[in-house]
Structure formats: C-alpha cells, structure tokens
C-alpha cells in the first residue's frame, strides 16, 4: 500500500471512514452503516466543541417539494459558478427524498421540526417558487449525533485527518490522523468521506481565497482548511475556491478579545443616534441601518445583477454612538446561531452594559479621548460625527440616504464605540464532486475511494437561499455514505 511514509499505530479496517462529524458527517456515518457497512468517524475537535458549523447553524432545512423546480432556481442562484446539471439534480432530488428521512430522525430523539412559511430570497430567478416551507430546529445537529450514538458508530474524538492513504491503482484507503496518543492510521476498505467543513478560520489565506481582507468567521474554530491541504495531496480538481461572491454573504461582525468567533452585529439594531466609519480615514461608507440579512448582504446594482454588498472592501470599521443608542438594544444579533453564543455561551446583554463592562465597546468622555483609545484621529472621528449630526438635524442624508426617521444627532458625551469586521458564515472551496459524490481528480475522473459532503467543496457558488446548506450537508451526507458502502461489499466480493 502506498503512503507507508504516514508512520502511525494501524487500527482495524473498517468498510467506511468518514472524517468529521457534522451534519454531513453523521449523515454519511448512517447512511454507510444503513447499508450494512462497518464505520467509523473521526473527529479533530473533543466533544464539547464537535459538530463543526451545522452545529450552532440555526437549524433551519429548506423543504422543496419539486426537484425540477429546485434545479432550476440552483442553476440560477449559482450564477457563472458552473455546477452540472446531474450534479444538481442528484442534489434537488435527494433533498426532496430526504424528507421523510429526517423527521422520523427527528422523532427518534424527541426534536420538534417547526414548520413555517419560508418565501425564496431571490424570487425573480427561475424555479424560486420551490421555496415555500422550511423546517427549524437549533437541536437538529444533536439529534443526528445522538442517532449515530444509537446506531453504535464510533466517532473518534481528537483524531485530526492529516493523510490520505492510497494504493498502488491510486485508489484511498484509508486516513492517517494525529492524536493525543500519537499518530493513528485507519483502513479504509470502501473509501474515505471527507466532511471536515471549510477554510473560514484559517486568517491570512481565507482573506486571500476570498479577496476579503480583515475577513473573520462566525462558525467553529476548528475550519482551518484540513480539507483543502488532504485535497490537494492526492491531486483532486478544485472548485468555488475564488468565487466572485461568497454564498453566505460577507457580514458585519463584532469580533471581541478572548473569543476565537466573532458575533454578528444586528442589521435592524434599533438605536439611531450611531454611526460606522471606515477605519483609518473615518469616514461613512453606506447606510448602516440597511437590512441586507434577507439577501445574504447582497445588493443589486442598476444592471441588475446581485454583488457582496461595501462589507466586503471594509477590513476595520469603527461603530460610533451616544447613550441613549447604546441602551436601545443589543448590538449582537439576538438569534440562535453562532459559535460565540451557543458553544462559548455569550448572551449579548440587552442593553450592551455587560460588554461596556468587558470592555469590548470603548467608552470615553470627548470623541477625542474616543479617538485616542482605538488608535484614530480625533480630528477626523470629530468631523465625521459632526457632519452625521448636521445630516440627521437636516433630515436628509444626502451622503448614503439613510432613512431620516433612524437618525438623531449623538448626545453625548459619553460617547462609545465598538471594532466591526468583515465575516463568513462559511466558504465552499473545495474538491469537485460527482453527482456520486466521488471527488475529481484534476483530469476529471473520480478518485477511487475519496468522496466528500458538506461545506468542504459545496456545489454552493454564487449566491445563496436561507436553509440549504444543512439541506446539502444531508443530501450529499447520505450519498457519499451509501456509495462508499457499496464500493465495499462491491470490493468483497470481487
């Protein structure tokens, strides 16, 4: 077998080893076991902090019902990011499939499914109509794990995938990963499923990927692009690695000392005494109570075509405001969602005194003092606020047509401010696959025995609709699953 220079402990070979364990993982774990094949997972993070991006999603599932309907309006979302159509159609009619799947999952461990209306993002595009009903459940990754617990599925806890093992025909077998213990290598008889998630906390090379600079991330620590560097050891063909758009939308974040994740800052932040400034030159660059969050923060231009919206060109910004902003609510988005909240348990606090307190937002007796303390120019912070102040006594904001009614000059002193930062639900660069969910090789045929699902490689290209992501996550889950188990017994009995 080649890659014998992967030196590590052998551990017994399995049909199916499916690497990460979230949704799309477990989802590959029960599929592959469902079709009588032995498995295992392997996960880098400990338990407390498994689960990857779809475990602090939302929980939110698009039900499509008409799989032409869903081709269609994919092909259309996906823009110049060029995806087959067998790909597309293996995508729409597994997620139509899937359906039933999924609620008795959800049964099994007790998860109500909320059902609710959910209209398409981007109606003007063909086939949106097959947007009409979503499910939500924040609980939906737990009750996948607890399934794969149920199925007696090993998962291997920091157990890091750092080699692919190969034979001589090229096919992998099997996966080297680093332990606590030391290096381990599992065989692999049917094939490796790689659902590691993206590349979003890998800092200087996302920014570069994504032609972002600054960008943070909002999901888990742990993607760091482990997909990418097994992907290009065995040569696979790459795809959405430098789309034009990122589909999850580049958003405003707040990213504060000691948490790896930033938070979202709320799009419909209710204050109107506040103002946010390019940092550097202070000066505004939109309207900042825009809601863009229905869009993904994309605007359309004039020749109607969808682009990130001015967040993307913003590396730091500075969000300036009074008192009487600062108590009108949370800036951090109030939702369900997000590694800072749900994993490292932070509440934004109602009236944003808990993090004046932390000293996440800067608080200060003169814009000048303000100024001092984040690094800026008091001149320039007091000239842009006072043109802000003029504007919002005038009614009218000539510079970006801010809504009148959401603004009042700042009253302070004191006054406050908090760093904003460019941030990514997720990225999408990764292997291009089949409609088989097999990986391509850079000729354009599969690589025996490499399949991916999930964010790793998503056929997500260009722009993107509420609740499909964990949608894909368990279409692709349980097709690379259920091929890998049949490329086993295939194999057994040749």
Same mark, same amino acid.
């Given at each position: ?243 034009? #758009? /990122?589909? !999850?939308? %580049? ?7 000691? +948490? *790896? &994740?930033?938070?979202?800052? $709320? @799009? ?87 993090? #004046? /307190?932390? !000293?996440? %937002? ?7 003092? +303000? *100024? &001092?303390?984040?690094?800026? $120019? @008091? ?116």
């Amino acid at each position: 077998m080649a890659g014998a220079d992967l030196n590590g402990e052998r551990a017994d070979e399995v049909d199916v080893v499916v690497c990460g364990s979230g949704l799309a993982g477990c989802a590959a774990a029960l599929a592959a076991a469902g079709a009588g094949a032995t498995v295992v997972v392997v996960e880098r993070e400990p338990p407390g902090s498994a689960g990857g991006n779809s475990r602090v999603a939302q929980g939110e599932i698009a039900w499509p019902v008409d799989a032409d309907a869903l081709v269609a309006y994919q092909r259309a979302l996906n823009g110049e990011a060029v995806v087959p159509d067998d790909v597309l159609r293996a995508y729409a009619q597994e997620a139509v499939a899937q359906r039933a799947w999924v609620e008795r999952l959800a049964a099994d461990a007790g998860l109500e499914l909320v059902r609710y209306p959910r209209g398409a993002e981007f109606p003007e595009l063909p086939g949106a109509a097959c947007v009409a009903e979503a499910v939500k459940a924040p609980g939906l990754w737990g009750a996948f794990r607890d399934a794969v617990a149920r199925a007696g599925i090993p998962v291997l806890h920091r157990h890091r995938a750092v080699g692919l093992l190969r034979q001589e025909d090229a096919a992998v077998a099997g996966v080297a990963c680093e332990t606590p213990a030391g290096p381990v290598v599992l065989g692999a008889r049917g094939g490796v499923v790689l659902c590691v998630g993206g590349h979003e906390n890998a800092g200087e090379e996302t920014a570069r990927r994504l032609r972002v600079p600054g960008v943070r991330f909002l999901g888990s620590p742990a993607n760091t692009g482990d997909g990418l560097r097994l992907l290009e050891q065995v040569g696979a063909r790459l795809w959405h690695d430098a789309c034009a #758009v /990122e589909p !999850g939308g %580049i958003w405003p974040s707040l990213p504060v000392p000691g +948490l *790896a &994740a930033a938070f979202l800052r $709320d @799009p419909g932040f209710p204050g109107r005494s506040w103002l946010e400034l390019r940092a550097g030159s202070l000066e505004r660059f939109g309207d900042e109570t825009a809601d863009l969050a229905f869009t993904h923060y994309r605007v359309r231009g004039a020749d109607g075509r969808w682009a990130d919206s001015v967040w993307r060109t913003v590396e730091r910004a500075l969000l300036v405001l009074d008192e009487a902003a600062l108590r009108a609510g949370p800036l951090g988005l109030q939702v369900e969602m997000g590694w800072s909240r749900l994993v490292d348990g932070h509440r934004w606090s109602p009236d944003n005194a808990d993090e #004046v /307190e932390r !000293g996440w %937002i800067v608080r200060a007796g003169s814009l000048a003092e +303000l *100024a &001092a303390r984040l690094g800026e $120019d @008091p001149a320039r912070l007091e000239s842009a606020v006072a043109r802000f102040d003029d504007a919002a006594r005038a009614r009218s904001d000539a510079e970006h047509g801010r809504d009148p009614t959401r603004m009042a000059p700042l009253a302070g002193p004191p006054y406050f401010a908090v760093v904003e930062a460019p941030a990514i639900v997720a990225t999408t660069g990764g292997g291009e696959r089949d409609a088989r969910a097999r990986v391509l090789a850079a000729d354009g045929a599969p690589i025996p025995g490499l399949y991916e699902a999930g964010e790793l490689g998503s056929i997500f290209g260009g722009l993107y609709q509420n609740g499909s992501f964990l949608a894909e996550c368990v279409a692709f889950g349980r097709i690379a699953g259920r091929e890998a188990a049949g490329r086993a017994a295939r194999l057994a009995t040749a």
